[in-house]
């Protein structure tokens, strides 16, 4: 049996602005998705299924090959069966031999974490599987998903990145990133899904905004890098909130629900749901889980929880 493991992701700063070459902030967290790959009874077909946290199983399909056409047989749900046919047909592109590993394999990938955390179910399924069928990751990400790439980078990475696209092309950077404040760091899931691709849509819909805010996003993002402190990171943070809140036109988290939170809120990822960032005048993990609990809010997480 074969064994593959990605990590989940979080972009830390310039949401959103990432597609367009702001410099993010992003890590990998400890929780990732493994896949498992073995012999099937049946040698002309794929059999998938996928499991959550818990063991399980969450999607099924089965599939077969007519002329080297992938054909779906069953599965659980239409459109996780067609995005992934569309994974198998793209990997056949760029390495028509992996059609020798499709055909008769039985596939199991099971999540570490809940599947709506958000935190890239999709991006470590492409690093998983185009590391068992030796195709370029970053090929398969674009011709299926799409967006700026930054969770890929994190499905393999040892810690946090500074990732930017430039031309187009991602550059990666290794960081030793751990501030001293990281015992005040704390992850909040808000229990509310968003869309990414309703939030990109209204990203670019304001480009005038977005246009006038990128170069200093970018600056805040090296700023976040450089702060030692929990009274310069809090800073950071909040002007970060307020520049992508009027780049969007929306209310940062510190000025709508949570405005009495003692410390720093910022959004992650499609604002408004998923995961925000607390930076707490405390460290003492009840205390703000305490906080979160009164506003109906149970799931958080340390900075040494989360990140890898």
């Known amino acids: 049996m074969d064994r593959y493991f990605a990590h989940g992701k979080l972009l830390l700063t310039a949401e959103y602005f990432v597609l367009d070459g702001a410099p993010a902030l992003a890590a990998p967290t400890r929780a990732g998705q493994w896949m498992h790959v073995a012999p099937a009874n049946e040698t002309e077909t794929l059999t998938w299924n996928s499991l959550d946290e818990t063991g399980q199983p969450w999607f ?116 030793p990133w751990r501030p001293p404040y990281a015992d005040r760091l704390f992850f909040i899931h808000l229990g509310a899904k968003q869309d990414s691709r309703e939030g990109i849509a209204r990203y670019r819909a304001r480009a005038g905004a977005v246009g006038a805010a990128l170069n200093r996003i970018g600056e805040l993002t090296l700023a976040q890098l450089a702060a030692q402190t929990p009274e310069a990171a809090a800073d950071v943070l909040a002007e970060h909130e307020a520049v992508v809140g009027e780049a969007l036109g929306m209310t ?53 929880e989360m990140m890898l």
């Open 60 to 175: 099924s399909a089965r599939w077969a090959w007519n002329d080297e056409a992938v054909i779906p047989v069953a599965s659980s749900d239409t459109n996780a069966a067609l995005r992934l046919q569309q994974l198998f047909t793209d990997a056949l592109r760029q390495n028509p031999n992996c059609l020798a590993q499709l055909k008769g394999a039985q596939v199991t990938t099971r999540l570490e974490f809940p599947r709506h955390w958000g935190l890239g179910t999709s991006s470590t399924l492409v690093s998983n599987l185009a590391r068992w069928l030796d195709v370029d990751a970053w090929t398969l990400l674009a011709a299926a998903f799409g967006g700026s790439g930054y969770d890929l980078a994190c499905a393999d990475a040892p810690g946090p990145i500074l990732y930017q696209l430039r031309q187009g092309r991602p550059q990666i950077i290794d960081l």
């Open 252 to 304: 940062p988290l510190g000025q709508g629900r949570f405005a009495d939170f003692p410390g720093q809120l910022k959004s992650l990822g499609a604002w408004g749901g998923d995961f925000a960032l607390a930076l707490a005048r405390t460290p003492e993990r009840e205390a703000v889980a305490r906080y979160f609990a009164r506003h109906g809010l149970q799931e958080l997480l340390s900075y040494d």
